[in-house]
Structure formats: structure tokens, C-alpha cells
């Protein structure tokens, strides 16, 4: 587990870059990301999609009325919101996390029944705090625990 401070959106942004850096590296992981109204998940995941290959092509919106958008990134990117649906996800972000192939960035995931949960994940909690936003990334899986350290090092490495 580790915790970040976002305190500005060059810091969003730069941590969009890293993760998409590492998942470049390892490839796709799946992003849950929880947290209230407003805190940033969708930010994050506009930082993420426009630092992969294609990014700049993509046009990322909160996915919180279409349920699940789409992004032409390698790998490509399912965006999706569980907000309106709770306990009961889209067939295609169930297929999604079966396959393994999309890069997956889920906003709401604490309504993903537990049944769902990928192998392979990292969990984003987003807080408001102080001094920006606190953010708790915990990895579940091998490939997720590579990425939170080559992220959390790539972090505290660069100025």
C-alpha cells in the first residue's frame, strides 16, 4: 500500500503519466478507483488515457450517464462508472475484466459485487484533504504490486 498527495493538477497529471508509463511497461492492470463526488477519479483517468499511446485522439468524459466509454489507446481503455448501476455492471465491463485485454479504469468500484473483482488490480481511493487530494493505492496481485513500485519510485525519483 502507499499514499500520495495530490496537490495540484500538474500532480494529476503527472501521476496519469506514471501509471500509464508502468502499464506500457507491464500492461493492462485494472484501476479501481472509489471516492465522493468531485474527489478526481475522473481527472486521474483523463491523466491516465492521455498519456498512452492514442491518447490524444481520445476524448475522456466521466462515463457516468453512458456507463462505459471506450478510448482508441494501446491498449485500449474501458472507462466505466458504476455509480447508476450498483450491484449490477454492464455486460460489457463483466467481459472486460473476464478477458484481461482492455486496460480497465472503473470509477465507483465499491459497487463491482465482490464476485467481479479481477485477479489483478490496484485500488485508488481518492480523499479531500488539507492540502489537495490523498490518495491510497492498494495493489492486489503480482502485477499490480509492480506497478505501485515502479509508480511510488518513479514518484519520489522525479522532481
Given at each position: 500500500m502507499a499514499v500520495v498527495t495530490l496537490q495540484s493538477l500538474e500532480d494529476t497529471r503527472r501521476l496519469g503519466r506514471l501509471l500509464a508509463e508502468g502499464l506500457r511497461a507491464l500492461?493492462?492492470?485494472?484501476?479501481?478507483?472509489?471516492?465522493?463526488?468531485g474527489s478526481g477519479k475522473t481527472t486521474l483517468a483523463a491523466a491516465l488515457v492521455a498519456a498512452l499511446p492514442g491518447g490524444t485522439a481520445a476524448e475522456v468524459a466521466s462515463p457516468s450517464f453512458t456507463i462505459c466509454n471506450y478510448?482508441?489507446?494501446t491498449p485500449p481503455v474501458l472507462h466505466a462508472d458504476l455509480y447508476r448501476s450498483p450491484g449490477a455492471p454492464p455486460e460489457e465491463l463483466e467481459e472486460a475484466l473476464d478477458q484481461g485485454r482492455s486496460q480497465i479504469l472503473l470509477e465507483w468500484a465499491e459497487y463491482l459485487p465482490q464476485a467481479l473483482l479481477p485477479e489483478e488490480y490496484l485500488d485508488i481511493s481518492v480523499d479531500a484533504c488539507e492540502k489537495g487530494r490523498l490518495l491510497t493505492l492498494t495493489p492486489c496481485g503480482r502485477k499490480?504490486?509492480?506497478?505501485?513500485?515502479l509508480v511510488c519510485g518513479r514518484w519520489s525519483g522525479e522532481a
Amino acid at each position: 500500500m502507499a499514499v500520495v498527495t495530490l496537490q495540484s493538477l500538474e500532480d494529476t497529471r503527472r501521476l496519469g503519466r506514471l501509471l500509464a508509463e508502468g502499464l506500457r511497461a507491464l500492461g493492462p492492470v485494472a484501476l479501481l478507483l472509489r471516492g465522493p463526488l468531485g474527489s478526481g477519479k475522473t481527472t486521474l483517468a483523463a491523466a491516465l488515457v492521455a498519456a498512452l499511446p492514442g491518447g490524444t485522439a481520445a476524448e475522456v468524459a466521466s462515463p457516468s450517464f453512458t456507463i462505459c466509454n471506450y478510448y482508441p489507446t494501446t491498449p485500449p481503455v474501458l472507462h466505466a462508472d458504476l455509480y447508476r448501476s450498483p450491484g449490477a455492471p454492464p455486460e460489457e465491463l463483466e467481459e472486460a475484466l473476464d478477458q484481461g485485454r482492455s486496460q480497465i479504469l472503473l470509477e465507483w468500484a465499491e459497487y463491482l459485487p465482490q464476485a467481479l473483482l479481477p485477479e489483478e488490480y490496484l485500488d485508488i481511493s481518492v480523499d479531500a484533504c488539507e492540502k489537495g487530494r490523498l490518495l491510497t493505492l492498494t495493489p492486489c496481485g503480482r502485477k499490480a504490486g509492480e506497478l505501485l513500485r515502479l509508480v511510488c519510485g518513479r514518484w519520489s525519483g522525479e522532481a
